[in-house]
């Protein structure tokens, strides 16, 4: 994970989370590390091919005495593959990770075309 | 009667020793992509109290960690397992690996002493926080004063 070098204005600071891609013969799985996140706190959009996903950890306890670690706000873009179904995209989140599931859908099957005498 | 001699001994070449000490970083570091930075990434924030210790810890379960407190440290230790664990498909082909995976042990210095009897440890979304309180936040803890007789 990497801080973004500058500030980009008032709690404007993001990190880029680590990610782990999986494939599956019917769908694509996107692993990504969220520490601190809860349910509330994702946002998921699909734009276009690709999939938008945006977190921010909740508040902890304490004075931040150095950097602070968290809260932090998480940010990063993904291509969709090819034939990908962004109505069946699904979302699990569970100890600080975030798995997003794609399926894709068959590529439509070669189809003979009877040929009509006349 | 001069007697010429010399340390029979030989010392390693420079390639040798560069050599060691890359195959030692890769046995301490091995476990983690280059690139990953240390893991668990810590934060120490100070509370009323004392002290409280952060780490980022995603996916990781209670039986997967171990905290240990000492009055100026605190180590974490554990095992995260991201590809091939017990929640991963059977049969995936993986595209793209980035998060850290392995064996992990991260040491954190106290500015100040801490009491390790009334630590407490807790996991939530992924974040391991440790409660640390400073030692004597009580109040003021009797100690015993030895006198060392003079002969």
Redesign the interface.
Known sequence: ?TWSAEPQGPGERFVRP???????ADR??I?V??????REGIRLTVEGKDLLLEAE??E???????????PRRYRRLFALPEHADPEGIRARL????L?VTVPIEAPAASRSIPVEEG | MAQAWRWNCELPSWSEISQAVSELVEAVLGAFPAGAGRFPETELRKTTEGYVLLAALPGVTREEVKVWVEARAVVIEGERRTIGGADWPEGAELVQRERPSGRFRRMVSLPEPVDPARAKARLRAGVLAVDLPRLGATGPRQVEVMVEEGE
Do not use: F, K, S
């Open positions: 994970m680590a990610a782990d891609v999986y494939r599956l694509v799985g692993v590390d969220v520490p601190g996140v809860r950890a909740a902890l306890p304490g004075a931040t005495y150095r950097e602070p670690l968290l569970r100890d600080g990770v798995e």
